[in-house]
T-cell receptor, first 111, second 114 residues
Framework: SQQGEEDPQALSIQEGENATMNCSYKTSINNLQWYRQNSGRGLVHLILIRSNEREKHSGRLRVTLDTSKKSSSLLITASRAADTASYFCATGNTGGFKTIFGAGTRLFVKA | DTEVTQTPKHLVMGMTNKKSLKCEQHMGHRAMYWYKQKAKKPPELMFVYSYEKLSINESVPSRFSPECPNSSLLNLHLHALQPEDSALYLC?????????????FGPGTRLLVL
């Protein structure tokens, strides 16, 4: 079963606005990753945050992790039409050998 | 080279056909994965190979048969599929198979079973 739950399921914003997506999970994790998937294509790794980190930045991406609440958020600042895609969180569980993907958020950025 | 390649890009097959999907990576990764993804759903893990040995089989029907001929190649042999098997099949690789390792995905094969 998929561990990560993401909200919102879908998000539509104007170009230039910020987009925030949230992910919750159930068990202890080693790290949490975010991936992007353009329509019908493979997933692209965006950023990884370890369980002992609280915040990480990469370009226009900001990821936070709250292990006490078992949740993470992905913020995309100054969104562009090219950011239109599905975004998945994925967790690596403590002692586990699988990466579990969340249900995903579909982001649509209007030009 | 950080690319995972998959062939073919698209495949249409009948329920009595036998076909194979191919995946290749040259990053020296020791773990390779097959995922199945339905529209608007997350990828579902099917198989994991670690050091060319089958490590995880997520109770996938036997009409899907994986093969890892060497550390760079991963095949998925298809036989007697059902229409509900139509999906995007994604291959991925990672340095090793520990949970949470960054995975590098291929572009996928879009399969239609008639």
């Amino acid at each position: 079963s998929q561990q990560g739950e993401e909200d919102p399921q879908a998000l539509s914003i104007q170009e230039g606005e910020n987009a925030t997506m949230n992910c919750s999970y159930k068990t202890s994790i080693n790290n949490l990753q975010w991936y992007r998937q353009n329509s019908g294509r493979g997933l692209v790794h965006l950023i990884l945050i370890r369980s002992n980190e609280r915040e990480k930045h990469s370009g226009r991406l900001r990821v936070t992790l709250d292990t006490s609440k078992k949740s993470s958020s992905l913020l995309i600042t100054a969104s562009r039409a090219a950011d239109t895609a599905s975004y998945f969180c994925a967790t690596g569980n403590t002692g586990g050998f699988k990466t579990i993907f969340g249900a995903g958020t579909r982001l649509f950025v209007k030009a | 080279d950080t690319e995972v390649t998959q062939t073919p890009k698209h495949l249409v097959m009948g329920m009595t056909n036998k076909k194979s999907l191919k995946c290749e990576q040259h990053m020296g990764h020791r773990a390779m994965y097959w995922y199945k993804q339905k529209a608007k759903k997350p990828p579902e893990l099917m198989f994991v190979y670690s050091y060319e040995k089958l490590s995880i089989n997520e109770s996938v029907p036997s009409r899907f048969s994986p093969e890892c001929p060497n550390s760079s190649l991963l095949n998925l042999h298809l036989h007697a599929l059902q229409p509900e098997d139509s999906a995007l099949y994604l291959c991925a690789s990672s340095q090793d198979e520990r949970g949470g390792e960054t995975q590098y995905f291929g572009p996928g094969t879009r399969l239609l079973v008639l």
